[in-house]
């Protein structure tokens, strides 16, 4: 049997040998995969670097190359934007409106104000009353005032008759008023109308017009009729085309304003009334017209006028004559005339009676003076007559 030797702890058959002999393969294999790994890590690198080389170039291409106007841009200050949106609430009397429009914008800067496109407004002037409305191009509700500012192509149209058109109203719509600062022009049952500014007022009972106004009334709604002047200049040129006051033919009024009222209308500064040759003038007038009938909610339509009242420099001129005196009434069925306060009647032959008091007959043309009176300047109250020469 073979002994085998050891000594230290060696096999003494195996040549002597370095400790770290055994492990030099396997450090040779580590080495050469981490020369590979490294050189992968540095190719996926130089890809990885290029990559996003094209897509910042391809960023800065599109930004250089593309309309900054084609870029939307949003706008900060809208809160909110509504479509066909609708408001509702009640009057001071409580009765019932209701706003509509296309769309609605509040702006983040003004909480309380809604801009309103077609906008559109459904009143009741009282609770018997059907629907009136009012609409235009473009509008502006205050919810918080509720007021509601309406411009370009303004259109109201009320259950009484009134068909108006104007390019702003401002409408307090819990008082029921409505105003505006440009010329209106409003066709109804009285005829046509004109004014250089508005006010509708007194529970929509009142109209106003303002600052210079003009009106073509006639004795019955009719289309032909209501195609008559409106216009200041229209009814200026028809002063000098007509031929006795109490006739059916139409009547035109110049006046600074005019107040609408139910079966009275109220005229102040410069007041012009004419009908056929005849015309009528003074620093006020009050004009009465005729009940005419109702409207399918049971207000009164009202036509022809009955009474004028005028007052201050008053003076009455047809083809023959003219009377002036302080105070002038016609009453259209008795067809007369009575002028009071230095009274003065003249023909165009030069002829003048003057006196306190004239009763004036436009069927006959017949001029009759009461001498029984007195005043300042005719102290005796007699009546002075003066021929032509």
């Known amino acids: 049997m073979t002994s085998i030797t050891r000594k230290n702890g060696h096999d003494q058959n195996m040549p002597d040998r370095a400790p770290d002999a055994f492990w030099q393969p396997r450090r040779a294999s580590t080495l050469s ?45 809208i ?13 001071s009397d409580g009765l019932s409106y209701r706003i509509s429009a296309k769309d609605a914008v509040r702006y983040f800067n003004e909480p309380d104000e809604v801009k309103l496109a077609k906008p559109i407004l459904n009143f009741l002037r009282h609770d ?11 509008g502006l509700y205050d919810n918080k005032e509720h007021i509601l500012e309406l411009r370009d192509n303004v259109y109201l149209n009320t259950d009484d008759g009134y068909k108006c058109t104007t390019n702003h109203s401002r409408i307090f719509i819990k008082g029921k008023r409505i105003e505006g600062d440009t010329a209106i022009d409003c066709v109804g049952s009285f005829g046509k109308s004109f004014g250089n500014a508005y006010e509708i007022s007194d529970d929509y009972q009142a109209f106003v017009f303002k600052d210079g ?16 002047p409106a216009s200041p200049t229209d009814v200026k040129n028809s002063l000098n085309t007509r031929k006795s006051f109490g006739t059916q033919d139409p009547v035109d009024i110049i006046a600074n304003r005019a107040l609408y009222k139910g079966a009275k209308i109220s005229l102040t500064g410069n007041v012009i009334v004419h009908q056929d040759n005849v015309s009528i003038s003074a620093n006020r007038m009050e004009l009465y017209r005729e009940k005419q009938g109702k409207t399918e909610s ?7 006028v009955k009474r004028i009242e005028a007052i201050g420099s008053f003076k009455y001129s047809n083809a023959t004559s003219t009377v002036s005196g302080d105070k002038g009434v016609y009453e259209r069925n008795k067809n007369i005339i009575t002028v009071t306060g230095n009274v003065t009647y003249s023909q165009v032959k030069g002829n003048s009676v003057s006196g306190c008091k004239l009763v004036y007959d436009l069927t006959t043309n017949r001029a009759k003076f009461d001498g029984s009176c007195r005043n300042k300047k005719n102290k005796t109250g007699r009546v002075v007559i003066k021929t032509g020469q």
């Open 79 to 91: 809160t909110v934007k509504m479509v066909n949106p609708i408001y509702k609430g009640r009057t």
């Open 128 to 138: 018997t009353a059907q629907e009136s409305v009012v609409y235009a191009n473009v």
């Open 298 to 304: 049971g207000d009164n339509l009202y036509g022809d």
């Open 33 to 77: 995969i981490a020369r590979r790994h490294s050189a992968f890590i540095k190719v996926l690198r130089r890809i990885l670097l290029s990559c996003a080389l094209g897509v910042v170039g391809l960023l800065a291409w599109y930004f250089t190359t593309t309309p900054k106007s084609l870029t939307p841009v949003a706008n900060a200050d």
């Open 213 to 228: 106004m003009t009106a073509h009334l006639v004795s019955a709604q009719s289309e032909e009729e209501l195609r008559g």
